[in-house]
């Protein structure tokens, strides 16, 4: 079992860069893969990223892979996506999940945070 907290999240300008992180509170962390999901306001739940239990392997959404960055730190419990260059596109409620596959359908993630708002102003 595994809970997590995202934080970080905060309203930033077009062309900024942000890193929200998540935090994991159990001892099984570094048996999950790791993603991200984010959600606008009205629109469906977007996979954005995915990290292996080691770290040795990331997955990125294509509109997101050349701009947001996918770590984790497993001694230290966390994981964090580097965001540069937002796009006001980019606003939504950006959630981390944990799971014990490591694909990029919501459906194989078991443990979910509440989500951080990022909102990016033009």
């Known amino acids: 079992q595994v809970h997590l907290a995202e934080s970080g999240g905060r309203l930033v300008q077009a062309g900024d860069s942000l890193r929200p992180s998540c935090a994991a509170f159990g001892r099984t962390f570094s048996i999950y893969s790791m993603g991200w999901f984010r959600q606008a306001p009205g629109m469906e739940l977007e996979f954005v990223a995915v990290?292996?239990?080691?770290?040795?392997?990331?997955y990125y959404a294509e509109s997101m892979k050349d701009r947001f960055t996918i770590y984790r730190d497993n001694a230290k419990n966390m994981m964090y996506l580097q965001m540069n260059s937002l796009k006001p596109e980019d606003t939504a409620a950006y959630s981390c999940a944990a799971s014990t596959f490591a694909g990029s359908s919501r459906y194989e993630y078991e443990h979910w945070g509440r989500g951080t708002q990022v909102t990016v102003s033009s």
């Open positions: 990290i292996s239990w080691s770290g040795g392997s990331t």
